[in-house]
């Protein structure tokens, strides 16, 4: 079971990440949208990361 979830969340990325290259040679207008959620999805995972980082460094500003 573990496994299917995981080619899941596999597929997903993977299908996100072609519609990426593809709205940015001009897809149609799901593919932008498909690529647009895929790219926010993408910050709100690197914003989630840094927070956590800092949180278990115990400090309050980034060396970024």
Same mark, same amino acid.
């Given at each position: 079971? &573990?496994? %299917?979830?995981?080619? *899941?969340?596999?597929?997903?990325?993977?299908? *996100?990440?072609?519609?990426? /290259?593809?709205?940015? @040679? *001009?897809?149609? @207008?799901?593919? @932008? /949208?498909?690529?647009?959620?895929? %790219? &926010?999805? *993408? !910050? %709100? %995972?690197? @914003?989630? !990361?840094?927070?956590?980082?800092r949180s278990l460094n115990g400090s309050t500003h980034s060396s970024d």
């Amino acid at each position: 079971m &573990t496994v %299917l979830v995981l080619l *899941g969340v596999l597929a997903l990325a993977v299908g *996100g990440c072609v519609c990426v /290259v593809w709205a940015g @040679r *001009g897809g149609p @207008r799901w593919v @932008r /949208v498909v690529a647009k959620v895929t %790219l &926010t999805v *993408g !910050e %709100l %995972l690197r @914003r989630s !990361e840094k927070s956590r980082r800092r949180s278990l460094n115990g400090s309050t500003h980034s060396s970024d």
